[in-house]
């Protein structure tokens, strides 16, 4: 099999393609973050209206660290009570899902076709 | 002004100092050694000559 | 060819005015070590504790054995390959000889950005430091932390391209005391020296799961901080002095030294630190083996465990530059990326245009992001990566058989490690969707993209047979 012969790339093309890249990765961070999208926020679903350390389900240990650590029942308040939400919906799963393996059958198929010429070529046929 | 606006003002001095001293050296590297010397690395070196060895 | 010794330093047959020249072989298993545990020990510093946050105080010790068991067979599957195929660019250069270049392009991507990333988290975590401590010491009005953030970086970057050895010993050293900060922390305060202060039956009383189950699910995304980064131990292949013994070495005893570190540090910061609190790792502990050593009431504690935060994030930016730069150079020098990154210093001998390169994108990161993002970039891109080494070992070893290349080190029971592998990277993608399930198709939509940019375009400029660098023979089934 004849050896493929890449082509010489020169500057400016390199550059080009520098520039390319760059800009996915900044997208691919920065695009969640200015849709919004981004982000697991927590949040108090139940607010105590009268906050003292009973109330906020903290025993006698557990309000001694945190008037150590500086905290009154008030300032622990958001700290203390906020929770994450864990609840999803099936699509937004499944979608996961789907695009996880869809990637990963992208990649692997696209790499098996390139292998095979590497192997061909560096061992012969 | 206490201390730590002086330290700041160090830092950007020092980030400065570090920045600049890479790029001169790099612009100088780049306009004494040929492209085909800084390039000349390549992969799996040492299992080439592992295996030269063997064959002598 | 009999007087050449392919260990030696100064003489690796590419003199530096010769016709070649290569990374400069110098490092020892400490080193290894250091660079292994280096980058991610400031795991135990700061960010594992996002995992009591996600499910309370038992899933973090619960997401940290597991996360142990998930990293301790990267450590294993990264030792057999890694001991044959010795080269910068490490799982990178794995794939490209036993899955195929698509596979490797994106792996080097994944190692690039699981480090910069993490370096700029460093870097923002350093910055952050600098303004507390400067709270502590009176210091009227809000210290501007951009400065030290750039000098963070800087510095790191320019020790860098000066040269490996320093670069390592520097986080040798650095690494180490930040290591006996936890254990002297462990020792005073659990009662073994002197009085301890350990409450964890009162702490943990009414809290036990705070979100049942599902938050150990959930603690599991972050409970990989506790050991992100001891796979970049393989980077640093070209520049050991004898790859097959001293990478798998190195390797395997710096998991074990972080699987003592990320125990001893659930274990006191758990007995001192009320979970809403430990788990907040934003509003509440930002670094919560410091606010430990606050709680002890010793000043010596403090001013060590303060030193220790400081020197496990100097450590882990210094050890990511290390490893991102690698990566990237050794896909330059295969034309994956422009052959322009694969040149080395003549006189420094380290990949010095991808070093500096590298400095502007993590600037753009530590100064333009929120924190708790740039951590999960670094941590989805180190899970894509998890889930590429099973397939990774079991296509190995059907390729290239046990008995038809010498390994430097073989691991035991395979298949078990890789299918446990598997099962637990798929677990962490799914605690990953529970909080960041937006970002997670984000990345890899942008994967998905680079890929088809590489297949279609940016691969025509690389060697087909060339690549192929290992002096294997033919790989079974082809």
Redesign the interface.
């Known amino acids: 099999m004849a050896h493929y012969q890449p082509p010489k790339q020169g500057k400016a093309s390199q550059l080009i393609d520098v520039v390319v890249l760059v800009i996915l990765t900044v997208g691919a961070l920065f695009v969640p973050l200015w849709l919004g999208m981004a982000g697991a926020a927590k949040t108090v679903a139940a607010p105590v209206t009268e906050a003292t350390w009973e109330a906020l389900g903290q025993n006698a240990a557990q309000a001694a660290k945190y008037e150590a650590l500086g905290y009154t029942p008030e300032s622990a308040h958001d700290l203390i009570l906020a929770r994450f939400d864990y609840s999803f919906s099936v699509t937004a799963l499944l979608t996961m899902i789907a695009v996880i393996l869809l990637y990963y059958f992208l990649i692997l198929r696209f790499s098996e076709v390139e292998y095979r010429e590497v192997i061909s070529e560096k061992f012969g046929e | 002004m206490d201390l730590w606006n002086w330290l700041e003002y160090g830092a950007w001095g020092l980030s400065a100092l570090f920045g600049l001293h890479m790029a001169i050296d790099w612009l100088k590297t780049d306009s004494t050694y040929s492209e085909d010397v800084l390039t000349s690395s390549r992969e799996g070196e040492l299992e080439a000559m592992a295996e030269e060895r063997k064959g002598h | 060819?009999?007087d050449?010794d392919?260990t030696s330093q100064t003489m690796?047959?590419?003199g530096p005015h010769g016709?070649?020249?290569?990374?400069l072989r110098v490092l020892g298993p400490a080193h290894v070590w250091a660079l292994g545990v280096g980058i991610v020990l400031v795991g135990e510093y700061m960010g594992w504790n996002f995992a009591v946050?996600?499910g309370g105080a038992y899933a973090a010790l619960i997401a940290c054995w597991f996360a142990g068991i998930l990293y301790s067979c990267v450590a294993m599957i990264d030792s057999e390959v890694t001991s044959t195929v010795?080269?910068?660019?490490g799982q990178y250069?794995q794939a490209k000889h036993i899955?195929?270049?698509?596979?490797?392009f994106?792996v080097g991507l994944y190692l690039v950005?699981a480090y910069t990333m993490l370096e700029a988290a460093n870097a923002i975590t350093a910055g952050y430091l600098?303004y507390v401590v400067?709270q502590m010491?009176g210091?009227?009005g809000d210290?501007?932390q951009r400065?030290?953030i750039?000098?963070v970086i800087?510095?790191l970057?320019?020790l860098n391209?000066r040269g490996v050895l320093a670069t390592l010993t520097f986080n040798l050293v650095i690494t180490a005391i930040a290591f006996i900060a936890i254990i002297v922390l462990f020792l005073s305060t659990s009662g073994i020296l002197g009085g301890g202060i350990m409450?964890h039956a009162?702490?943990f009383?009414?809290?036990e799961l705070?979100?049942g189950w599902?938050?150990v699910l959930?603690a599991m995304h972050f409970g990989l901080w506790y050991y992100l980064g001891i796979e970049g131990t393989t980077q640093a292949a070209?520049e050991v002095r004898s790859?097959a013994r001293a990478l798998p070495f190195g390797t395997l005893a710096g998991i074990m030294t972080l699987l003592i570190a990320a125990t001893l540090t659930w274990y006191v910061c758990s007995g001192?630190?009320?979970w809403?609190?430990l788990g907040?790792g934003v509003?509440?502990s930002v670094a919560p083996l410091f606010?430990t050593a606050r709680?002890s009431g010793s000043t010596a504690l403090v001013w060590l465990l303060g030193f220790g935060t400081l020197f496990a994030t100097l450590a882990s930016a210094n050890g990511c530059i290390n490893d991102a730069s690698r990566a990237w150079f050794?896909m330059g020098?295969?034309?994956y990326?422009?052959?322009?990154f694969?040149?080395?210093?003549?006189?420094y001998r380290t990949p010095?245009?991808a070093?500096?390169?590298l400095?502007p994108?993590a600037l753009?990161?530590a100064l333009?992001?929120?924190l708790?993002?740039?951590i999960t970039?670094s941590i989805l891109s180190g899970l894509l990566g998890y889930?590429f080494m099973p397939?990774n070992i079991i296509l190995f070893r059907r390729k290239w058989p046990l008995e038809t290349i010498k390994r430097g080190y073989e691991h035991p029971f395979h298949p078990i490690p890789a299918i446990t592998l598997l099962t637990l990277c798929a677990v962490t993608?799914?605690a990953v969707?529970?909080?960041?399930?937006?970002?997670?198709?984000?990345?890899?939509?942008?994967?998905?993209?680079?890929?088809l940019?590489f297949?279609f375009w940016?691969?025509?400029?690389?060697?087909?047979?060339?690549?192929?660098?290992?002096?294997w023979p033919?790989?079974r089934g082809?």
């Open positions: 060819m009999a050449v392919i690796d047959g590419m016709t070649k020249v290569g990374l946050g996600k010795a080269s910068a660019g250069t899955i195929g270049p698509l596979m490797a994106n950005f600098f400067a010491t210091h009227a210290l501007d400065p030290f750039i000098l800087m510095f970057a320019w391209y409450e009162a702490l009383e009414g809290h705070p979100y599902i938050g959930a070209e790859p001192v630190l009320p809403e609190f907040d509003n509440g606010d709680l050794a020098r295969d034309k990326l422009p052959g322009w694969g040149a080395v210093h003549p006189k010095y245009r070093i500096v390169f400095v994108i753009i990161f333009g992001a929120p708790d993002q740039v970039f889930t397939l993608f799914f969707f529970l909080g960041y399930g937006t970002q997670l198709v984000a990345m890899i939509g942008f994967y998905i993209v680079v890929s940019w297949h940016r691969y025509r400029f690389v060697n087909r047979g060339a690549q192929f660098t290992m002096p033919k790989p082809y």
